[in-house]
């Protein structure tokens, strides 16, 4: 019973362990997708001033997000604090 038990543990840990690393693997290249889209989205704002809605990168961008669980289209909200007042900040800030 005792080694049958050792058996089946080893069995899980062989089976699960790969599965970890590829996808912690995924993970990594999604996260590196995102931050190379985010900078040329950037590079293009700053160029032209806005982004358009239906632009390829930004369909790639938020296709990419979704991945990792990200649905919402916006990812913080800017606050701007008054003098002497209590202000909370958004995701991201």
Do not use: C, H
Not at 56 to 76: F, H, M, P, Q
Request: glycine share 4%; charged share 25%.
């Amino acid at each position: 019973m005792e080694k049958t038990a050792i058996f089946l543990i080893a069995l899980v840990t062989m089976v699960l362990t790969p599965l970890q690393a590829l996808a912690a693997i995924e993970t990594s290249v999604t996260l590196a997708t995102i931050s190379e889209l985010t900078k040329k989205l950037e590079t293009k704002r700053e160029t032209q001033g806005f982004i358009s809605d239906d632009n390829e990168d930004l369909l790639l961008l938020k296709a990419e997000l979704n991945k990792i669980e990200v649905t919402s289209e916006s990812y913080w909200t800017p606050n701007v604090a008054e003098e002497g007042s209590f202000t909370t900040f958004g995701y991201g800030q």
